[in-house]
């Protein structure tokens, strides 16, 4: 019922930055937590972090933690994900969910997705 379109993604060195944005429409998008997964070539799709509706609570996967920051805009209905010191691990199909912030990760069937932006992390 949410409407997600994923932004921002492109190449960068390693140790380099990058702002992803997730833009809302459809159902009011302050009702539902939202988080960001990625996907690598051969891979499986990896939770990296989600924030609840009023953005009060955060979860960070570890692979992240301390590099990635994730924050919402509910009167913009948007929600981003700043990335720093990215590594070529990083490199990924990055994809923005909308959901329980309980469930967001153990049931993704229920969840609602964006498209998909690439993130390329050169060497």
């Known amino acids: 019922q949410v409407q997600l379109v994923e932004s921002g993604g492109g190449l960068v060195q390693a140790g380099g930055s990058l702002r992803l944005s997730c833009a809302a429409s459809g159902r009011t998008f302050s009702l539902y937590a939202a988080g960001w997964f990625r996907q690598g070539p051969g891979k499986e799709r990896e939770f990296l972090a989600a924030?609840?509706?009023?953005?009060?609570?955060?979860t960070y996967a570890d692979s992240v933690k301390g590099r990635f920051t994730i924050s919402r805009d509910n009167a913009k209905n948007t929600v981003s994900l700043q990335m720093n010191n990215l590594k070529p691990e990083d490199t990924a199909v990055y994809y923005c969910?909308?959901?329980?912030?309980?469930?967001?990760?153990?049931?993704?069937?229920?969840?609602?997705w964006g498209q998909g932006t690439q993130v390329t992390v050169s060497s």
């Open positions: 969910a909308a959901g329980s912030y309980y469930n967001i990760d153990k049931a993704p069937n229920n969840n609602s």
């Open positions: 924030i609840n509706r009023s953005g009060g609570g955060i």
